[in-house]
């Protein structure tokens, strides 16, 4: 197969839920059906990572290799899936957020009974700054939940985006009896796993004909003919719409009794964009442009124990990935050569021999790869778009042993350098500043600190409670701000300068003062 047949069937995405929605449900059927695992339960253990700190952590450290955390691939029906895991936990969403950098659609699962909810929309959000393409699931159809027709309502409200049905229940809770197949005109039958095996597809061309009253009864028959009827006045589902981001299809089923799964997966792998272009600073890359590229979206610690190893996640760009492949490490100008890239399958790893734009491979880190780092065959290229976000949680690391303060400084930079948290450098003053989003941010960095660079420290809370970063177009205003501020501005590990002050107030009191300043939420790294 040429390298561009290769790239045209690849398949990146991620699932997008608030916690309790079905994500770890619905990853395992698919993981399933792609035959990437062999049993249900296999993803079952990841779930704890939204619980308390304490299990978290523990969670963590006993997580081992069992099931690789930040990809899973498969093969199914000729494409080549990747499926890139996003945290379950909020406080640690921003690693989230760039896991959606290195995406080409999502798939958005809903709770039937509780429709759109917060974490749904933040991600969703994200999706829609990126016009990254979404096809909702509608989850848990076996339980009692809303109508049909106000989830639609509720993901078009809140979400603004257009729904298109694709199947359609019939009955719900209890008196689920299936889904009408909007496509292909048919009723596929709801098997739960504890009722019998039947028939599990129909074709009904004739919805007058009498068959539905057969099947379901009276009361039933005429409510989904009612629906039907009502489905009709709405814009059919658009490749175009959809890949813009205006419409997403919708799904129906309860991923438990594996139950509609198979047709979202069918329609994904169907539908779904392959690999798209990314914006470098200098220029547009396309997937399948000859040169590799590819750039870090995420870097994890410990995944095997043993070795005390890290692992940067890149996402290819463009080209093709050869082992034993030299390439720049274009912040640094350094050139590498890479013997042993991994390659994710849900269970396994495996050295990567190739890999091509869209796919997602591992590459062992010692240290000096940072989030946003880019790897080309030897052009300078910075891709764009991977964000930081403002702090919103601040403290103070207390060393616990006095004689470790190097050590403490090299491990809170590396671990800020992968985005466990951001580390800033006062002018004044020699205190430097952790800030996280999640209070379990820090206890990710006080275990890490002491597993991996030996050293003992604690955090202390400092008052301070906003950030900026801060940008002006006018060197002497920016300067004159700078000077004026001293004891409030930081910088940051990419040298970036942030005004951290102790309230919202005081940063729009600021803002007043000063107007030709930009105040910044977000930067990109
Ligand atoms: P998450 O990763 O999005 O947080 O959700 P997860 O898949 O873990 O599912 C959350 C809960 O919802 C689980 O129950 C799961 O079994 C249940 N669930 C998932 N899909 C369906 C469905 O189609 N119907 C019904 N009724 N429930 C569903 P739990 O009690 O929290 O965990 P467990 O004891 O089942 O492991």
């Known amino acids: 197969m040429s390298a561009s047949d290769e790239i045209q069937r690849r398949r990146t995405f991620a699932i997008i839920s608030h916690p309790d929605a079905g994500k770890t449900t619905i990853t395992e059927k698919l993981l399933l059906f792609g035959g990437a695992i062999q049993m249900a339960g296999a993803v079952r253990a990841r779930r704890a990572d939204r619980h308390a700190a304490s299990d978290f952590l523990k969670v963590e450290q006993e997580r081992g290799i069992s099931v690789s955390t930040a990809v899973m691939s498969f093969e199914y029906e000729g494409f080549a899936v990747n499926l890139l895991d996003t945290p379950g936990h909020e406080d640690f969403s921003e690693d989230t957020y760039r896991v959606l950098t290195a995406v080409d659609s999502a798939l958005m699962v809903l709770d039937n009974a509780k429709g759109v909810e917060k974490r749904t929309k933040a991600l969703m959000d994200v999706c829609r700054m990126r016009t990254t393409p979404v096809i909702t699931f509608s989850n848990k159809l076996d339980r009692e939940g809303l109508d049909p027709f106000d989830l639609m309502q509720d993901v078009e409200d ?7 049905p694709m199947t359609w229940p019939i009955g719900m809770g209890k008196e689920f009896e299936g889904v009408y197949d909007l496509v292909n005109r048919q009723v596929i039958f ?3 796993t504890e009722r019998g095996r039947r028939n599990d597809r129909l074709v009904i061309d004739d919805l007058e004909g009498g068959a539905l009253e057969e099947l379901f009864g009276e009361e039933k028959a005429a409510k989904l003919r009612d629906d039907l009827e009502l489905l009709e006045v709405l814009d059919p589902f658009d490749a175009e719409e959809y890949l813009a981001g205006r419409q997403t299809p919708v799904f129906f089923g309860s991923a438990i009794n594996n139950f509609g799964v198979k047709e979202l997966l069918d329609q994904f792998v169907r539908s779904a964009p392959a690999p798209q272009p990314r914006e470098a600073r200098e220029r547009e890359v396309v997937p399948t442009e000859e040169r590799f590229s590819c750039f870090c979206f995420k870097i994890q610690a410990n995944l095997d124990k043993m070795h005390h190893d890290r692992m940067a996640f890149v996402r290819i760009t463009s080209g093709v990935y050869s082992r034993g492949m030299k390439l720049k490490h274009v912040r640094t100008g350094k050139n590498m050569t890479v013997n042993n890239a991994t390659t994710f399958l849900a269970r396994d790893r495996v050295v990567t021999q ?9 590459i062992h880190n010692h240290g000096g790869i940072r989030i946003g780092d880019t790897f080309t065959e030897g052009e300078s290229l910075k891709f764009t778009g991977i964000p930081a976000f403002a702090p919103e949680l601040f403290r103070r690391a207390l060393l616990l042993d006095p004689l470790k303060a190097k050590a403490l400084l090299k491990g809170l930079q590396e671990l800020s350098e992968e985005g466990a948290a951001q580390l800033f450098r006062p002018m004044e003053g020699s205190d430097y500043i952790i800030g996280a989003l999640g209070i379990l941010q820090f ?3 006080t275990s890490r600190l002491e597993s991996e660079y030996r050293v003992r420290a604690r955090f202390e809370s400092v008052a301070l409670a ?13 300067d004159r701000f700078v000077q004026e501020n001293r004891r409030r501005i930081h910088t940051d590990i990419a040298g970036n300068i942030a005004f951290i002050a102790q309230s919202d107030w005081a940063v729009g009191y600021a803002q007043e003062q000063y107007p030709k300043i930009s105040f910044h939420k977000s930067v990109e790294i």
Request: proline fraction near 0%.
């Open 158 to 164: 809140h979400l603004n985006i257009a729904c298109v």
């Open 190 to 192: 709801y098997q739960s």
């Open 354 to 362: 190739q890999a091509f734009a869209g796919d997602i491979i591992g």
């Open 443 to 445: 206890d990710v960095i």
């Open 466 to 478: 906003a950030a900026r970063w801060v940008t002006c177009d006018d060197e002497d205003e920016l």
